[in-house]
């Protein structure tokens, strides 16, 4: 036991659940980013393999999955800029 008959820990779940509320909107922009660059390439992957056209629809997915990735990004970042002006 701590001072005063408290557990030395006591708090530290609130302070770890209120930093991932801050970081959230972070986190969800970077996945968005992660998630269509992902998804684009293995979609780009698998339709290669079924048309035999290696490596280029690999490479359209992947370019395509980026553009629209950090466009998602950039996008949530910004709606997050505009909420903390307010």
Request: proline letters at 5%; aromatic letters at 16%.
């Amino acid at each position: 036991m701590g001072e005063q008959g408290k557990p030395p820990d006591e708090g530290t779940g609130a302070q770890v659940a209120a930093a991932y509320r801050k970081a959230g909107p972070y986190l969800d922009a970077s996945w968005q980013l992660v998630g269509a660059t992902g998804a684009w390439t293995f979609l780009g992957f698998w339709l290669d393999r079924f048309f035999g056209t290696r490596p280029w629809l690999l490479v359209g997915g992947a370019m395509l999955g980026m553009s629209l990735g950090f466009y998602l990004f950039f996008r949530a970042l910004l709606a997050l800029g505009k909420k903390e002006k307010r």
